[in-house]
């Protein structure tokens, strides 16, 4: 029997799944653990199940001697330094496809929010300040608009999907140089959604010298990971009108303090990191990343591994839990 440090109770019933074959430690406060807490409790752990939330980064991969595998809560795994897991033998895991409509329906509300302003119009009911007026609340049609979706994977692919809904033209920017250039994707698109995940070739790639290349009718989305915006960039194309709006689950820092500049912005349409929280999208994630760690744990490859050079031979074998 192995232990497992889990950082967060899941919904579903994986861990009840996970607790039938090891020891399972879970972290039940309401607030995460500090780095201090994660050190401290992960310290003889065989196999971690951390958030997006959590740093598995050198000094936690080498203050857990005994660790095995490490199964990510999250499609995204730039919390964990990847590099330094292989290095080690450590096989990492995430949990794609569970949460792909559930975050392209997100992608959408924000799209639609913030092209019809309903934050703004949403507060003029509940302080009661509107009367009907021709000019009041104009927004943006989705109709014959263009949608640039930068990076086309499974999440940007669904959000492509639901745009013939609309009578909207795709254009976009993928990973190799598919699809157009991402100055002509600024240049003629009306919404610009961000798909690409946070590595350092895409940390920071809407700065400045791209925002200003958007329309200043446009709007951008994000549900991928607030640093690839350059937020101080963002909050003055906001409030000097460079683009019309921005919908947004993710932001940098997360959570924003709340008297941030951005939350002051017009057009904003925002979110708490919320694309994949749907109880079916959560439930999923749980059960993919409790089947990594079971994989794992028998010594057997993780069926949803963003790092299988762990497995190739010439590396460290595959290390079965003792
Ligand atoms: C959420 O942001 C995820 O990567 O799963």
Redesign the pocket.
């Known amino acids: 029997m192995s232990r497992c440090f889990v950082t967060r109770r899941l919904p579903g019933d994986a861990l009840q799944r996970l607790g039938l074959e090891h020891e399972v430690d879970v972290w039940e406060e309401a607030q995460p653990p500090s780095r201090a807490e994660l050190l401290e409790r992960a310290r003889d752990a065989d196999a971690l199940l951390p958030q997006?939330t959590e740093k598995v980064d050198v000094e936690l991969l080498d203050s857990c001697p005994r660790l095995v595998a490490v199964a990510d809560y999250?499609?995204?795994f730039d919390n964990v330094d990847l590099a330094a897991a292989t290095e080690r033998g450590i096989p990492v895991g995430n949990?794609p496809g569970v949460?792909t409509e559930a975050t392209a329906d997100l992608t959408w509300a924000l799209m639609l929010s913030a092209a019809r302003r309903l934050p703004e119009a949403e507060k003029d009911v509940r302080t009661g300040t509107w009367g009907w007026e021709p000019s009041f609340l104009l927004g943006h049609d989705m109709q014959g608009a263009t949608l640039g979706i930068v990076g086309m994977g499974r999440i940007g692919s669904a959000v492509a999907r639901r745009a013939s809904g609309f009578g909207m033209e795709v254009i976009h920017n993928s990973r190799g140089g598919a699809g157009v250039s991402l100055d002509e994707l600024l240049e003629r698109s009306d919404f610009v959604s961000l798909h690409a995940p946070l590595t350092p070739e895409t940390r920071g790639m809407i700065g400045e010298p791209q925002l200003r290349r958007m329309k200043p009718t446009a709007i951008l989305v994000n549900t991928a990971r607030g640093p690839l915006v350059d937020t101080d960039a963002l909050v003055r194309a906001l409030q000097e009108g460079w683009i019309a709006g921005a919908g947004l689950d993710v932001t940098d820092p997360e959570p924003l303090p709340r008297d941030h500049p951005l939350l002051s912005c017009r057009g904003l349409a925002i979110a708490p990191?919320i694309?994949?929280a749907t109880h079916a999208a959560r439930e999923g994630m749980a059960d993919l990343a409790v089947d990594n760690l079971l994989a794992a744990l028998r010594g057997e490859r993780m069926p949803h591994c963003v790092n299988p050079e762990v497995y190739e031979r010439g590396t460290r074998p595959i290390r079965p839990a003792p």
């Open positions: 997006l999250s499609v995204g949990t949460l990191h694309g994949s």
